[in-house]
Structures are given as C-alpha cells and as structure tokens.
C-alpha cells in the first residue's frame, strides 16, 4: 500500500509515475475527479436547433447532449434505464425522441421515458414512468459557448469553477461578433497514453516546444516566434489546477499567419484588429496567443479545442474540434480550418510530434522499477509571481508551475473522501 500523498510533492516538484500506469489510481479518478468536475461536452454551435443532439462522454460515462424542442440543453447520461442499452447510437442528428434499440423504450428530447411496449397488456400500467426518465447529469452551463456538464449536484456554479481561465476564454472566443463555431465536425482517435500527459503538456509545457517540434521549426512550417522572442513567452497557472501557456502581445499577425503562406488568415485578422480591441479591450493587446488546459482535460490552441477522454489508464481517446471566428468570411474559415488541421488532427505535424511524447513517457513508465522513479517538474521552482497585466501566478519563460498546480488539484481531490491508498 502507498499513501496518496505521498505520489504528489509539490514543493520539491516531483510527481509518481504511478500516476500514469495504475490501474487502481485510474478507478479513482473516474470518481473523485471525472464525476466531480466540471467536464466540457460540446459547443453550442454544434446544437443550433430544437432537438439537435451530439454524443459526448464525461469520464468513460457516455453522455448525450440535447437542445429539447423548447431550445433547452440537457445533458443524459446515455444510457437506457431498462437494461442499460445506448439510448442514442448516433454521433449527431436531430430527433424529437430516442427510441432504445433493445426493447424499445423511448424517451423525449428532454429525457422523460414517453413510450414502454407492453405498457398496458404486460406492465399493467404500474410502471412508474416518472422515475424511469433518463439520468440527468446534474449541471449543465455554458461560457461563450462551451457547454459544461458535472455529475456532483453540490459541486460550484461554473463560473466559479473556471474562474480566470473566462479571461482567456474570452481572449479566444469572442474577439469578434457572433463568437466562434465549430467547422469540419469532431476528429476523433485513440492513442496509449495517459490522460494526463496530453492536459499537462497544454497546461504549462513550453519547454518541450523547440525540441519536439524542431523538424516542423527548421523547415518553416511552424512560426520560430517562441525561439525568437523567448523573452516574451510566459506561462501561467490558475487555481483549480487550470493553466495557459502564452506569449506577450501584442498579436503578431505577419509572425502567426504570413500573408505570404496563409492570406485569406493574414487579411482577416488585419481587417477584424479593430473590432476585436473593441471587444476585449486592454487585455486584446497583452497577449500575443494562448494554449491551455482547463482541470481536468480540455485543452485548448489557437483554433482547436480537444478533449482527453480517459480510457483505463494507459489509453485516451482524443475529441478534437476546429473552431473559427462565425463572422470571418468562408475562405477565411476555410483556411482556418486547414491552418488547424496540419498542425492539430490526427495527421497533423504538431499533434503527431507531441502524440509520440506521450505514448512513449507512458509506456516507458510502466516497468516496475521504472515506477520508483519519479518525474521531475522543478523547472521554475520558486521562480513563480504575480503580474499585473495577466490574472494568474506567471512565470517568465518556459516553467512548470503550471503543471505543478496541475498536479496539486489532482491531489486535493484524490485525497478527497475516505479511502486515499492505493495498491503498487
Ligand atoms: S435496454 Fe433499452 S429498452 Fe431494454
Ligand atoms: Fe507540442
């Protein structure tokens, strides 16, 4: 037996492996982090009319998200009441009601059980319909967008929940009127690794930036500003386990999107400067860009937002969304789109480079020695401070502060409750 806290050391900076390969470690997690936190599910543009509806999973628990033909979203947990059969099979589509495919319950867009065969001639009538609605999962909210679900009923509003990261939220999402839309659908796939090492490396990882990814750097197909400018590059951790990794502003277009390579990107950003200083004022100009990770394991870049489904411990399936700006013109959003996918989708040069890391940390970490050797995140230790421009506790340079405090919300809520050992 190992006790829970002593896998986390936070002031000396050092994490278990276990973290990363135990299967007993993982049961928890689904419980006391996944059923408790707030979990991103869908964007609202994906869910434009009455009875639109997308598939999404909080933890393994399949979720179906639903606008019900009052304009209402709910979340369900996507499964029948009866003998737990999917209620919904289907990735997207519009429905009034979902019939179970088993035996044939069916229930309302908003979730209430509307039709049992053999009601009458084999139930009698004494099904209690009521109760039998599908599971609700217990929060449901949205910032700029972004729908959020939580199973914990007595777990904090939304707002209070993200805290800050709305700040960059809104650096991100509603530089220009109407906000942002999905394009192109969900890219969905799998890798061996660990959940945590995809949040972790957007929550505070910079570092890794012009090693990893120096092939894409040195033919020029990724912007060499980090290396140029490394004294503008700061990142920055958040209560509640959040963090961003970013680059002081102000906005470097010609740097980020050369007209040269990418002008219908190049063209919008200049002719959208001036609405987009309207709507996020001082802050417009404080950073250049953001990547980050809101606890547990949405993580977000310039125009993807991805989710790290959990899928035991040594595996994750990847949900990764585009999004643009709903105001941009087609080939503008088309460019996006294409800018998003040769860098951030599964044959994307910056997402393989990184994919590489972490299935390869993970698997190198399941030996049983290799497990008594734990990772070092001393980089910055001690180092971190406020900031008047940024909200948050910022370092200069690459750091991972971030990660720490990543890991140390991981501790409080594992901790949580009543049983904290785990087995080796
Ligand atoms: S499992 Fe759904 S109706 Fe039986
Ligand atoms: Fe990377």
Redesign the pocket.
Same mark, same amino acid.
């Given at each position: 037996m190992v006790d829970i806290q002593d896998l986390v050391d936070v002031k000396r900076g050092l994490v278990s492996r276990e973290l990363f390969v135990n299967e007993e470690l993982y049961e928890q997690e689904l419980e006391k982090i996944f059923a408790k936190s707030w979990c991103f599910l869908a964007h609202e543009s994906q869910l434009p009319n009455p009875g639109d509806f997308v598939a999404a999973y909080i933890g393994e628990d399949p979720v179906l998200v639903v606008r019900d033909s009052r304009g209402k979203i709910n979340a369900f947990l996507n499964t +029948?009441r @009866?003998? %737990?059969?999917r209620?919904c099979r289907a990735d997207a589509g519009n429905a009034a009601a979902f019939t +179970?495919t088993? @035996? %044939?319950?069916t229930y309302g867009n908003d979730g209430k059980l509307v039709g049992v065969p053999g009601y009458k001639e084999y139930y009698y009538e004494e099904l209690d319909m009521e109760q039998w609605g599908l599971v609700s999962v217990a929060q449901v909210d949205s910032y700029k967008g972004m729908i959020f679900g939580c199973f914990d009923p007595s777990a904090p509003a939304l707002p209070e929940y993200l805290g800050d990261m709305t700040w960059f939220l809104d650096y991100l999402m509603d530089r220009s009127e109407g906000g942002v839309e999905v394009v192109g659908g969900v890219f969905k796939w799998e890798m061996p690794c660990n959940w945590k090492f995809a949040a972790d490396n957007f929550v505070g990882d910079s570092y890794h930036f012009p090693i990893t990814h120096i092939s894409a750097l040195k033919t020029g197909f990724n912007s060499q500003s980090i290396i140029r400018n490394p004294t503008r590059s700061l990142q920055i951790s958040h209560p509640g386990g959040h963090g961003v990794i970013s680059q002081r502003g102000p906005l470097n277009i010609e740097n980020r999107f050369p007209a040269e390579g990418w002008p219908e990107i190049n063209a919008y950003y200049q002719q959208m400067l001036p609405e987009r200083a309207k709507r996020l004022g001082d802050k417009a100009d404080t950073l250049d860009w953001t990547v980050g990770t809101i606890f547990p394991n949405l993580s977000f870049e310039s125009f993807t937002f991805r989710v790290w489904h959990p899928r035991g411990p040594q595996k994750i399936e990847v949900w990764s969304w585009c999004f643009v700006d709903k105001a941009a013109p087609p080939e503008a959003k088309r460019a996006m789109h294409l800018f998003h996918q040769r860098r951030f989708s599964s044959s994307g040069t910056l997402e393989q480079d990184d994919g590489e890391n972490w299935n390869m940390t993970t698997s190198s970490s399941n030996g049983r020695v290799a497990r008594r050797h734990p990772f070092n995140y001393q980089l910055q230790l001690g180092y971190e401070r406020y900031d008047e421009n940024v909200p948050g506790v910022i370092a200069d340079g690459p750091s991972e502060h971030s990660a720490r405090g990543f890991y140390r919300r991981w501790l409080e809520l594992m901790s949580a409750g009543e049983s904290a050992d785990i087995r080796r």
């Open positions: +029948c @009866h003998r %737990g059969m209620v +179970c088993y @035996h %044939g319950w």
